[in-house]
């Protein structure tokens, strides 16, 4: 799997395929993934981590089931932008699956991701337990939605920079 920046996805992505969000925490790996038009993410079921064999497996399978033709996945930078080990270790995570598969991923960065799911899931009313159980995969669907505002941007041919005229 090569890791891609999102310019680079945007020119090799294959019409009418979906693309996935994932949200690599310890436990759980949040899940989302696109319509086929790549304007809505869609949150899914998490993957309960068990070892790296195991979650790579369901998570080959899921691709396949979803027709993903890219992985965006959150990474957790600092709020300061530093990198610290959560960032090692999804880089090692995304290293590791390139070894695989050939599908492509892209690293986002996913700072107050999980902030801005849970006020969603808050002002949904959803309760404390549901909130838990769904939490990674709606940062998920915050990671992606990202992705996927910027690669419309890219395909309307804007530069996405804020001070572009």
Same mark, same amino acid.
């Given at each position: 799997?090569?890791?891609?920046?999102?310019?680079?996805?945007?020119?090799?992505?294959?019409?009418?395929?979906?693309?996935?969000?994932?949200?690599?925490?310890?436990?759980?790996?949040?899940?989302?993934?696109?319509?086929? #038009?790549? @304007?809505?993410?869609?949150? %899914?079921?998490?993957? !309960?981590?068990?070892?790296?064999?195991? +979650?790579?497996?369901?998570? /080959?399978?899921?691709?396949?089931?979803?027709?993903?033709?890219?992985?965006?996945?959150?990474?957790?930078?600092?709020?300061?932008?530093?990198? #610290?080990? @959560?960032?090692?270790?999804? %880089?090692?995570?995304? !290293?590791?699956?390139?070894?695989?598969? +050939?599908?492509?991923?892209? /690293?986002?960065?996913?700072?107050?991701?999980?902030?801005?799911?849970?006020?969603?899931?808050?002002?949904?009313d959803v309760s404390r337990k549901k909130r838990a159980d769904r939490?990674?995969?709606?940062?998920?669907?915050?990671?992606?939605?990202?992705?996927? +505002?910027?690669?419309?941007? /890219?395909?309307?041919?804007?530069?996405?920079?804020?001070?572009?005229?």
């Amino acid at each position: 799997m090569a890791i891609l920046t999102i310019e680079e996805l945007a020119e090799r992505l294959p019409p009418y395929q979906a693309v996935a969000g994932l949200d690599l925490g310890t436990k759980t790996i949040g899940l989302s993934v696109s319509d086929l #038009g790549r @304007r809505f993410a869609t949150p %899914r079921d998490v993957i !309960r981590r068990v070892k790296f064999g195991i +979650d790579a497996q369901a998570l /080959l399978f899921f691709a396949e089931k979803e027709k993903v033709a890219a992985f965006v996945i959150g990474l957790p930078v600092n709020m300061d932008g530093s990198e #610290g080990p @959560r960032c090692q270790a999804t %880089r090692a995570f995304v !290293r590791t699956m390139g070894e695989r598969t +050939d599908i492509p991923s892209v /690293l986002w960065d996913e700072r107050l991701s999980t902030v801005a799911a849970e006020r969603v899931l808050i002002e949904m009313d959803v309760s404390r337990k549901k909130r838990a159980d769904r939490i990674d995969s709606a940062a998920a669907s915050f990671i992606l939605q990202g992705a996927l +505002d910027r690669l419309a941007l /890219l395909a309307r041919g804007a530069s996405g920079d804020r001070d572009a005229p």
